[in-house]
């Protein structure tokens, strides 16, 4: 089969040298310590606070159990206010703590939470705000610090997709009471399945390590009740194999974003994001956006002709969290109350992005959606 004929996926992990993780996995074989904060996790959470610039970071057995055991953490209750523009992990895991969520529009430049929309939708029983980096682009952190304080309101940052993202210098995990991260096979970052929550301070560390071993803190004594959340130590194995050669993959995610932008550029109807002038990006996305008038056909039209070349972008977030069965009853969750969303959640294909994406395949999408549009 021709390489071309092979199905070109939305991602593809990037995996460590088998003969290394093997030496790893060796000294698990020999010390049977397989689990509950062994030597590898221990060395794992050092070295990968080291890397990421951040003081306090526990590690989970996936991004979803991070953001359950966050809330749990920080004892949220009542409202909390996040995006429906997200993976459905974040409004899931309000759920999981029978929290309501309330769901504020995004601003149509970063596709983040708008702090104005989520100032509005403050209530007595609002606790917390849970924005999300979406496509690793940081939130407006300065006004929702300044909202945080002003309502006495906790802030929990899904930054799921922000992995190594800095801000003027300083990590963005740095910033909110709390940031998730997700290290799933299909992440800038992957342990196979894994995540973290980063705080800021030593109690708090405490607290969530108890949480996550069902509330453990000591033998006898248990402070909650608390989930199984740990991350394993093939996990946190292979996360030390992958710390070593993670900049080599955003570079590689850089050039190919890189690519992208520049024979896109001179597409009608097709929009893409630039970086921010204070941002260290780590490329975990390339979403394009379809203007259907200008393009001359509609983001499925464009989605399924890919597909018909084998090439499987896909629509992150479509449909919107919102729309799901489990929430649109909810009143906040009124397409009326959320029209930037809705309109982007009809435009977005994440394209293919991943480093070992080679030239021939880049060109083959870029082919693809230069000859389905009308004005070319
Ligand atoms: N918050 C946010 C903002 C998130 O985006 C996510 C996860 C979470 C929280 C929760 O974190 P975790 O609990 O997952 O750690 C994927 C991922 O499963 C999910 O982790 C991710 N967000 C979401 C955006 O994408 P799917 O259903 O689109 O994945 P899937 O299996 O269709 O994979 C996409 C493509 O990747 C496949 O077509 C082929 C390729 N692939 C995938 C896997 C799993 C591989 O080549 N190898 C693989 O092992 O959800």
């Not at 006898?220 to 993959?249: F, H, R, S």
């Amino acid at each position: 089969m021709n390489k071309l004929e092979n199905p070109i996926y939305v991602t593809q992990p990037a995996l460590p040298p088998l003969e290394e993780f093997t030496e790893l996995l060796k000294q698990i074989w020999d010390n049977k310590i397989l689990t509950n904060n062994g030597p590898f996790h221990q060395q794992f959470e050092k070295e990968l606070a080291a890397y990421l610039g951040v003081k306090y970071i526990s590690v989970f057995s996936n991004g979803t159990l991070a953001l359950i055991t966050a809330l749990q953490a920080l004892r949220i209750t009542g409202e909390v206010i996040t995006t429906p523009f997200s993976f459905v992990a974040t409004t899931h895991s309000l759920w999981w703590n029978n929290i309501k969520p309330v769901f504020a529009d995004i601003e149509p430049n970063t596709f983040n939470l708008d702090p104005e929309k989520v100032e509005a939708a403050i209530t007595p029983q609002t606790t917390a705000i849970m924005p999300v980096h979406v496509y690793g682009n940081p939130c407006n952190l300065k006004e929702f610090q300044r909202i945080a304080d002003t309502y006495g309101l906790k802030l929990i940052y899904d930054a799921a997709h922000a992995f190594g993202v800095k801000v003027n210098g300083d990590s963005v995990l740095n910033f909110g009471d709390l940031s998730i991260l997700s290290f799933h096979a299909t992440k800038v970052f992957n342990t196979i399945e894994g995540g973290a929550i980063i705080c800021q301070d030593e109690k708090t560390k405490q607290r969530i390590d108890y949480l996550k071993n069902f509330g453990f803190a000591g033998e006898t004594t248990v402070i909650a009740p608390g989930i199984n959340a740990k991350m394993n130590e093939v996990q946190a194995a292979y996360g030390l194999l992958q710390l070593k050669y993670v900049d080599e993959n955003i570079a590689k995610r850089k050039a190919i974003t890189e690519n992208y932008r520049k024979q896109l550029a001179n597409i009608p109807g097709i929009k893409y994001m630039e970086d921010m002038a204070e941002v260290e990006h780590t490329y975990s996305y390339f979403p394009i956006f379809i203007d259907a008038k200008v393009y001359g056909k509609t983001r499925d039209e464009l989605y399924n002709e890919l597909k018909k070349n084998n090439i499987y972008g896909r629509r992150y977030f479509y449909p919107l969290i919102s729309e799901f069965p489990s929430y649109r009853g909810l009143t906040s969750a009124n397409p009326a109350n959320l029209p930037v969303a809705e309109a982007v959640a009809e435009q977005v294909i994440c394209l293919p992005i991943y480093p070992n994406l080679d030239l021939e395949s880049i060109n083959k999408i870029i082919e693809t959606i230069k000859s389905y549009s009308i004005n070319i």
